[in-house]
C-alpha cells in the first residue's frame, strides 16, 4: 500500500475565494487485528448533519469523536485497508448496520459475502451496500484498499416485517 493517504480539505477565505484550509494525513487511524477484523480503518471526514452546512471554514475537526463503525446520522468518509489471511486478516462477521453504503475499490480484490451469494469486485468496482447483512474477506495474498462512504438511513417498515427478528445491527 501507498501509505495512510492524504486529505485536502478546501473552503474559502474572507473575500469568498477557494482556499486550501488543511493538507496532510487523515487525522484518525485505527488500525484493528482482532478476532472478528483485520483491517485498518481510515477516516476522512464526518458529518453528523444530514444536510452539511457549507461554511469557509469548519468550525472543528469533524473527526474529533471517538471511533463509531457509523455514528447516527450524517455521513462517514472512511478508507479500509483490508488484510490477507497471511498478513492477520479474517473475514468480517456477517453484520447489517442502518446505512446506505457506497463501497469502492481502489487497489486489490475484495470479496463481498451475502446471505445467499458471494461476488468479487477489483479496482473501480462499486458495490452499493442498502442496509443487507454482509460480511467482506480478502482473499488474495495482498492488502485491499477500499474507499466506504457511509450514509445513515431508515429500514422501510414493509422492509422491517420480512428481517430477522431482534434486528441486530452493528453500530
Not at 501509505?3 to 494525513?25: C, F, W
Not at 469557509?56 to 447516527?72: C, D, G, K, S
Amino acid at each position: 500500500m501507498s501509505g495512510k493517504g492524504r486529505r485536502i480539505v478546501t473552503g474559502h477565505d474572507a473575500n469568498g475565494k477557494s482556499i486550501i484550509l488543511s493538507d496532510g494525513p487523515p487525522p484518525q487511524n485505527h488500525p484493528m487485528h482482532g478476532p472478528d477484523v483485520g483491517a485498518d480503518f481510515i477516516e476522512v471526514w464526518n458529518s453528523a448533519a444530514p444536510v452539511p452546512n457549507l461554511t469557509a471554514t469548519e468550525a472543528a475537526e469533524p473527526n474529533a469523536r471517538p471511533f463509531a463503525i457509523m455514528p447516527p446520522s450524517g455521513h462517514l468518509l472512511r478508507i479500509i485497508e483490508m488484510y490477507p489471511a497471511s498478513m492477520g486478516g479474517h473475514r468480517t462477521a456477517m453484520h447489517r448496520t442502518r446505512t446506505l453504503d457506497y463501497m469502492v475499490v481502489i487497489e486489490g480484490e475484495i470479496v463481498l459475502l451475502l446471505d445467499d451469494s458471494e461476488v468479487t469486485l477489483g479496482p473501480g468496482d462499486v458495490a452499493v451496500q442498502r442496509g443487507t447483512n454482509h460480511a467482506w474477506e480478502n482473499r488474495t495474498d495482498k492488502i485491499t484498499r477500499c474507499a466506504f462512504f457511509h450514509i445513515d438511513a431508515t429500514f422501510d417498515e414493509a422492509l422491517l416485517e420480512t428481517l430477522p427478528k431482534p434486528l441486530e445491527l452493528m453500530r
